[in-house]
């Protein structure tokens, strides 16, 4: 994008219940990460969406993360997206 900005996102499919996934990033950021934002989109054992589990992103490098998921369930899948240039 003009003036150097890399937008990256992908998913994980069905990562299983309480589990920690290394991401790496399409291609890396040459200089800094801004953010990385992840979302469960549905875990396994309801139609509702009262049980989606907690997630958080750690350990944010050039060229991947770790996101870890926290719930009982396996999701369904793990969206997330990256900024940064």
Do not use: H
């Amino acid at each position: 994008m003009p003036g150097g900005l890399i937008i990256q996102w992908g998913s994980i499919s069905s990562p299983s219940a309480n589990s920690t996934t290394t991401v790496t990033f399409p291609i890396s950021f040459p200089s800094a990460v801004f953010s990385v934002v992840a979302t469960v989109e549905g875990d396994t054992g309801t139609a509702t969406t009262s049980n989606l589990g907690a997630i958080k992103t750690n350990s944010i490098g050039l060229s991947s993360v770790v996101i870890v998921y926290c719930d009982d369930l396996a999701a369904t899948s793990i969206r997330w997206i990256a900024i940064g240039y």
